[in-house]
């Protein structure tokens, strides 16, 4: 039952099977949670698919070195489709054309909760994650009109601001401050902690040179922020206080998202080219020209980076070198990969199999018209979502099966985040900026204001 503008949904509203091993020995106090566990899913999932149902049946993913883990059907309202899927950490989004999110649990195919986050006239930008001051994962979205803040695992609404501005692209957020880019052509910083408003306080905003549809990258320690726009400028300044860092110029508009690491920057141009820059200090280390606009950012695994193009399709390129390695022409999404082997998806729905050191089609799948490709960069376990709701999990052959156990724990703390990563730090020892660097007047700075007004919580101009 859906509640408000923003309600939770019971983790009933899913039918779904899982794939777990043939035998096991079976202690008292197991036997016990596998037969609550058996009723419960005889209460909650009245309609469980045949095996006949499954996106991909058990011979097709064995051909593809994969196993089901297991798959689910999301029961979507008559009239709602899904028109995005992201996978963040843990959870994987499931986004309707009308406003709704589902978050669903990697490890067992359950959905954590559902909520409204916008109008279904609005476009729902992608999330991203955050850990706030308290230690809590949270997740944010950003449409036109409005930023939502919401508890990863539990769902609750933590903040519903509504903008004064028309926003027009993803927001990142640091536990005080979200960034997010405009229509009007700037790229703004407000706090979104004051639960006394409903209305974000404006901390500053810098002329983007056109729009920022790209989703920001906080680096350097969130001490930095890097943002592209389609003007074809790439910045980068400090978070809080905005002062310049560096300006990077393409040739063309820059849409696709960046790919930003500590050391590098990826940067995907409409002048058809692939540029590699220096986070640091925006110097360019190599350029790889395209025959067509890149319009989407690339995908970044290891050392390896795989950039769609309409005519060569996606090429793997070496992310140290510069140089493609293949390319795979009927490819148009990446998926996941193992050691020997890269999964795409095609533009015409087909499950796309390719050798990893040649980019040649090993084996290609037919996948319904409304498969939506989810990008995995973190492990090998595939997944595959359709419009109409229906969902599958794969790992390759040789992993562990999903256990009663291991069903029970994910059920016991489905509304917890992982004990692995509950609070605590990146440990990455990265080498900051002097801290003097904020009181530094740069007469050069093309992001400084002429105003005397300084910004909240800071002391340097604003705009």
């Not at 790229?187 to 004051?194: P, V």
Request: net charge negative.
């Amino acid at each position: 039952m859906r509640t408000g503008m923003v309600g939770v949904v019971s983790s009933a509203n899913v039918a779904g099977h899982y794939c777990t091993g043939n035998s096991w020995s079976i202690s008292l106090m197991t036997f016990v949670r596998l037969l609550a566990i058996m009723v419960w899913a005889a209460l909650l999932w009245p309609t469980v698919g045949s095996a006949d149902d499954a996106l991909l049946d058990s011979a097709s993913l064995s051909q593809l070195g994969y196993f089901k883990y297991w798959d689910a059907d999301l029961e979507l309202a008559s009239d709602a489709t899904v028109s995005q899927a992201h996978l963040l950490d843990d959870n994987l989004y499931l986004v309707e054309q009308r406003g709704y999110v589902h978050a669903v649990h990697t490890g067992i195919g359950l959905p954590r909760w559902t909520q409204r986050v916008g109008e279904g006239v609005y476009d729902i930008y992608s999330p991203n994650h955050l850990v706030d001051a308290d230690g809590r994962h949270l997740v944010i979205f950003s449409s036109s009109p409005r930023v939502v803040f919401l508890d990863a695992y539990q769902g609750d609404v933590v903040r519903d601001l509504l903008l004064d501005v028309v926003a027009c692209g993803p927001a990142v957020a640091t536990p005080t401050t979200m960034y997010f880019g405009s229509h009007d052509g700037h790229l703004y910083a407000m706090f979104w902690g004051d639960s006394r408003t409903k209305l974000p306080v404006r901390r500053w905003r810098v002329i983007s040179g056109g729009q920022v549809t790209a989703s920001p990258k906080l680096v350097n320690e969130n001490h930095d922020l890097v943002f592209a726009a389609n003007g074809g400028s790439v910045f980068s300044c400090s978070a809080e206080a905005k002062l310049f860092n560096w300006e990077f110029k393409a040739n063309d508009a820059i849409s696709g998202d960046l790919v930003s690491t500590e050391a590098a920057t990826f940067v995907a141009s409409a002048d058809r080219s692939l540029y590699r820059i220096d986070t640091m200090s925006g110097v360019q280390r190599w350029r790889i020209r395209f025959p067509n606009p890149l319009r989407t950012g690339p995908v970044l695994t290891g050392k390896t980076l795989f950039q769609y193009s309409k005519d060569t399709g996606v090429s793997a390129v070496d992310a140290e070198a510069g140089s493609i390695v293949w390319s795979c022409t009927p490819a148009r999404y990446y998926l996941t990969q193992t050691d020997h082997h890269v999964y795409f998806l095609s533009g015409d729905s087909r499950l796309i199999m390719a050798d990893a050191s040649s980019g040649n089609v090993v084996h290609s799948f037919p996948l319904p018209q409304d498969c939506l490709p989810v990008k995995n960069t973190v492990d090998s376990t595939l997944y595959l979502v359709c419009g109409s709701g229906r969902l599958l999990c794969a790992k390759p052959l040789g992993m562990p099966r999903l256990t009663p156990e291991e069903m029970s724990a994910a059920l016991r703390g489905i509304h917890s985040p992982p004990v692995s990563r509950a609070g605590g730090s990146s440990g990455n020892d990265i080498e900051l900026r002097s801290p003097d660097r904020d009181r530094v007047i740069d007469m050069n700075d093309p992001l400084k204001s002429p105003s005397k007004v300084p910004p909240l919580g800071v002391g340097s101009s604003e705009d």
